[in-house]
């Protein structure tokens, strides 16, 4: 259960918060003890309808870009706890444009810590993404280069400053963009789900655990800390017999062929990492590398022990059958209100 304590009488601030993130984290927080909520994007027409929509007194919002540094300041003066969740996402999109990718997510993220840091934030967590670790596509090139943008800010700065960390988590379910939603759309208009590689894997991760995952960051952090949320995984092949059993539905599966840069798994942490990361029960904490560049101060034998540890993926973690993936599904509102409506037909 998400414990919100951390953020009372706090001023909050979301980048990027119009997106599925800010909106269930404003789901969470609009009945606790929160000073303000500000929202910051450069989509006017998402804020305007998320403005109507909760008629809430402390949810503040600005029009501005993480890649205009005055903008960004202006929203950071007087915030508590940022988040940093604007980035472009979308791997084929940041395949055809790198550079947009490399603005957004890169020089945009180096804008955040540095205003954050300026305007002496008390703790900001990025986002980062499971396409970071290994990265073969622009996309987790540029979220692993925000990493280390935030990892050398952390490591030039005290106690008390500014807590800079981050947090990677893989696919959320039923985000925007994400598979889920497109399976319901197509089984909805009798059309074959699409499918890239059936045997291709995917963590699962509910919204709502992604949030805990941030909120446990604001609350144990150090400096340059990565924070991984542990999750099952399943097949997309699996996915896609789930929500059939669930929709009662008999539409085909059409195997149409993995897009631009398209991992077959996840990563969210390397076997390098494991060997030194903390474990904390539903996370694992990455401690920053702390040493500087005078590296004949430092001596290492080597950890033999590294060499039988496996990355973290979503082919090694805990795999769900086809039954206990229906399970997590139903656990989604979401899920449960297209059914609702799709029985009622």
Known sequence: MTDTAKVNDQIILITGGTGSFGNELLQLVKNSEVREIRIFSRDELKQEQMRVRLNNPKVKFYIGDVRDRSSVDEVMEGVDLAFHAAALKQVPSCEFFPMQAVLTNIVGSHNVVESAIAHRVKSLVCLSTDKAVFPVNAMGMSKGMMEKVATAAARRLGESDT?????????????????????????????????????????????????????????????????????????????????????????????????????????????GEIAKAEDMGDYLRVRMDDRDLNYAKYFTEGRPEEASLEDYTSHNTQRLS???????????????RELTVWRAK
């Open 322 to 336: 086809v039954p206990e993936v229906e399970q997590l599904l139903m656990a989604l509102p979401d899920v449960q």
């Open 163 to 271: 807590v800079i960390s981050s947090v990677r988590y893989g696919n959320v379910m039923y985000s925007r963009g994400s598979v889920i939603p497109l399976f319901i759309d197509q089984i909805k208009r009798g059309q074959a789900l699409t499918v890239t590689d059936p045997q291709m894997t995917r963590f699962l991760l509910s919204l709502r655990s992604a949030i805990d995952l941030v909120l446990f960051a604001f609350e144990n952090a150090a400096q340059g800390d990565i924070f991984v949320r542990k999750a099952p995984a399943c097949t997309v092949a699996d996915l896609a017999q789930a929500l059939t059993n669930l929709f009662m539905s008999d539409v085909p599966v059409q195997v149409i062929g993995t897009r631009h840069a398209e991992k077959t798994y996840e990563t969210l942490a390397t076997a």
